[in-house]
């Protein structure tokens, strides 16, 4: 994989393959611009089309499904926070001190711009990826014991589009972005894999499961419908 530099996007990942028939950028779940290219194609082409299509560009990082802006002094998870700085800089520096992810930007971008808010989101991924292996674990295992549960292992991910999921060897599988969600959603979710445990289904018998253990189910399935598991 070859990685090119651009001034307002940032790093971005240069994949070929040779299903590619053309040169084509998306977003990464990590908020980076992706290209692929055919396996001979050129690498000029996929700078031509970021010369030519910054707009179109743009709109779909803006656009993407979830996404967040960072901003200064923002709220990360349960215990991080951002603050941001400018500098006379070339490119976004990022690092997390403590609970603090300081970012300093260059002086001649705003932090709202594409590439300040792709360096701060892969910190911010490791800062909820921290609070997730502090506090999920735990939590889950507290609420198995509390109701009859038992699950094989545990396993963390941020590029699923599901806050969780539960296979038919009880592997559960969480998003680290649950940190960004109220203690009792986090719970609900926990509630909801463990009995995949039980239930590999949503059939009535999973849903009164799920009743039995967090009775208030309903009210909070319809507050995770409001909520994205982006990052």
């Known amino acids: 994989m070859a990685f090119l530099n651009d001034e307002e996007f940032g790093r971005i990942a240069v994949r070929r393959s040779a299903r590619a028939r053309q040169v084509r950028i998306r977003v990464a779940p990590d908020g980076s611009l992706r290209a692929s290219l055919p396996l001979y194609a050129p690498l000029f082409l996929v700078k031509r089309l970021i010369k030519t299509s910054r707009g179109e560009l743009r709109a779909l990082l803006k656009n993407r499904e979830g996404a967040i802006t960072f901003t200064d002094g923002m709220q990360i998870g349960k215990s991080h926070s951002i603050s941001v700085r400018y500098a006379a800089i070339d490119a976004t520096y990022v690092k997390r001190t403590g609970l603090h992810i300081i970012a300093t930007v260059p002086e001649a971008l705003h932090v709202s711009q594409p590439e300040p808010q792709q ?113």
């Open 119 to 231: 360096a701060i989101r892969k910190e911010v991924i490791r800062a909820l990826r921290i609070e997730a292996k502090n506090y999920l674990p735990r939590r889950i295992e507290r609420l198995a014991e509390q109701h009859g549960f038992s699950y094989s292992s545990l396993r963390f991910s941020h590029a699923s589009s599901r806050w969780g999921s539960c296979n038919s060897n009880g592997v559960i599988s969480l998003n680290i972005a649950l940190m960004k969600l109220p203690f009792e959603l986090i719970d609900y979710v926990l509630v909801h894999e463990l009995c995949h445990t039980k239930q590999l289904n949503h059939s009535p018998l999973f849903w009164k499961l799920v009743e039995s253990c967090h009775p208030n189910y309903l009210q909070s399935r319809q507050a995770l419908k409001n909520q994205s598991p982006s990052i």
